[in-house]
T-cell receptor, first 113, second 116 residues
Framework: KNQVEQSPQSLIILEGKNCTLQ??????????LRWYKQDTGRGPVSLTI?????NTKSNGRYTATLDADTKQSSLHITASQLSDSASYIC????????????FGTGTRLKVLA | EAQVTQNPRYLITVTGKKLTVTCSQN?????MSWYRQDPGLGLRQIYY???????DKGDVPEGYKVSRKEKRNFPLILESPSPNQTSLYFC???????????????FGPGTRLTVT
């Protein structure tokens, strides 16, 4: 069964610290892997998109990595800010034929002052 | 401004009373999709549409209908809502879908539905 699992479920860090969120997937094959940021009660916003051939992609203080061999991805947040408090969702796209996205359940990050 | 809009944003209704949640995008996107989000379950795809008059079921289509008569609109219809359809609903769109292309998916602001 195609699944996307994220860890940890929740995380609390102090402002200015770095953190890394994990995503493991069993989807195979896949087209691309995305990370989204979702503020409470709002729609997800895309942070990064990586194809299966890419290893890393950055967006400001957010850096995503992908290891297609081990089917793992991580999202690293550098010098966290209070505004980083949100849920981070990993999404894998199944190639043409099904046109579906497989969503992880997300990691809820809280950044404290 | 490029955006996906949904209406209403909040809705409280009773079991069995038909309702429609509208979704519209102004980016000339071909692919549109509906999701529901429940605590602990993440986002789950209800229906999607590759283009006008082309729709297909996602993972949780039971109790929902959709139509795609125009490219910009993709309404979600609950013919006979039940309490288990209480959820946060998101519409999303992207230019297209498929292959190794990495089309950006844009989400609407969400519709919080409560069925009593």
């Amino acid at each position: 069964k195609n699944q996307v699992e994220q860890s940890p479920q929740s995380l609390i860090i102090l402002e200015g610290k770095n953190c890394t969120l994990q995503c493991n997937y069993t989807v195979s094959p896949f087209s691309n892997l995305r990370w989204y940021k979702q503020d409470t009660g709002r729609g997800p916003v895309s942070l990064t998109i990586m194809t299966f051939s890419e290893n890393t992609k950055s967006n400001g203080r957010y850096t995503a990595t992908l290891d297609a061999d081990t089917k793992q991805s991580s999202l690293h947040i550098t010098a966290s800010q209070l505004s980083d408090s949100a849920s981070y969702i990993c999404v894998v796209t199944i190639p043409s034929g099904t046109y579906k996205y497989i969503f992880g359940t997300g990691t809820r990050l809280k950044v404290l002052a | 401004e490029a955006q996906v809009t949904q209406n209403p944003r909040y809705l409280i209704t009773v079991t069995g009373k038909k309702l429609t949640v509208t979704c519209s995008q102004n980016m000339n996107h071909e692919y549109m999709s509906w999701y529901r989000q429940d605590p602990g379950l993440g986002l789950r795809q209800i229906y999607y549409s590759m283009n006008v008059e082309v729709t297909d079921k996602g993972d949780v289509p039971e109790g929902y209908k959709v139509s795609r008569k125009e490219k910009r609109n993709f309404p979600l219809i609950l013919e006979s809502p039940s309490p288990n359809q209480t959820s946060l609903y998101f519409c999303a769109s992207s230019l297209s879908f498929g292959g190794v292309s990495s089309y950006e998916q844009y989400f609407g602001p969400g519709t919080r539905l409560t069925v009593t």
